[in-house]
């Protein structure tokens, strides 16, 4: 009872990170990711991608099934 009671009383200071500070404090366990996308009937890992096609991609609108 004497550990709620200090927990209680105690005051509880709670910092907000941004998504900076966070992806930094994170920063050792983050990995690179590889993104695939179907193109002419099989799929293709966006990395490979010339500069247009490239940009081309990052334009592209995603669409959710409901």
Known sequence: MNNIAKIKGAKMEIKELNKKEILEKLKEK???????????????????????????????????EC
Request: hydrophobic share 25%; proline share 3%; glycine share 6%.
């Open 30 to 64: 983050r990995q690179k990711c590889m993104v695939y996308t179907r193109v002419m009937g099989y799929h293709r890992p966006v990395e490979s991608f010339n500069i247009g096609k490239k940009s081309e991609h990052k334009e592209r609108k995603h669409f959710k």
